[in-house]
């Protein structure tokens, strides 16, 4: 089973700044198979990324992604108020995992 | 609009049955591969199961291999998720998603539906 460590665990930003989530797969995973999803108090989970860096429809552009093989990037260029929330990578070229979660929140 | 919507969580005892349905609409639901996904209290996402989209394959978690069963009506635009034997392990929340062959990824996602595991 593939592993995905995502780091940091909780991360202290305040609106404006930028943010920047780690996933690091425990062995080589398909680009074309690595999602990132946002997930708020009592909803389910958003798609933000799909295929390591394609933005899912309604996604603003200050949601990036990028990476290849076992190390994969979320980067929220501006942060607004309505992005802290956890964040999850995923995998899904060998079955199917997440990562144990980051969660952002307001310094 | 797309959407799905969970139903049949609860209370069941520890050994217990339940099962689980995920109603779509707005999509071909035949079309799609679906997925189960759960998330104990204040824990992370676990995948559970997943079924092709007429039903003829299926793929589980090693944690519910053996107790949980899914299957699909495409008659009904209907998942399911039996659960039999069930554990304390089990508590969780359980989502059903909608596997997009275009992005490789769940884009869509029911509001989940509580299965608690208790005596």
């Known amino acids: 089973e593939i592993v995905l460590t995502q780091s940091p665990g909780t991360l202290s930003l305040s609106p404006g700044e930028r943010a920047t989530l780690s996933c690091r797969a425990s062995q080589s995973v398909s680009s074309s198979y690595l999602a990132w999803y946002q997930q708020k108090p009592g909803q389910a989970p958003r798609l933000l990324i799909y295929?390591?860096?394609s933005r899912a429809t309604g996604i603003p552009d200050r949601f990036s992604g990028s990476g290849s093989g076992t190390d994969f990037t979320l980067t929220i260029s501006r942060l607004e108020p309505e992005d802290f929330a956890v964040y999850y990578c995923q995998q899904y070229g060998s079955s199917c995992t997440f990562g144990q979660g980051t969660k952002l929140e307001i310094k | 609009e797309v959407q799905l919507v969970e139903s049949g969580g609860g209370l069941v005892q520890p050994g217990g049955s339940l099962r689980l349905s995920c109603a779509a609409s707005g999509f071909t639901f035949s079309s799609y591969w679906m997925h189960w996904v759960r998330q104990a209290p204040g824990k992370g996402l676990v995948w559970v199961s997943r079924i092709n989209s007429d039903g003829s394959s299926t793929s589980y978690a090693d944690s519910v291999k053996g107790r949980f069963t899914i299957s699909r009506d495409n008659a009904k635009n209907t998942l399911y998720l039996q659960m039999n034997s069930l554990r304390a392990e089990d508590t969780a929340v359980y989502y059903c998603a909608r596997d997009s062959d275009s992005t490789n990824a769940f884009d869509i996602w029911g509001q989940g539906t509580m299965v608690t595991v208790s005596s």
């Open positions: 295929g390591a860096s």
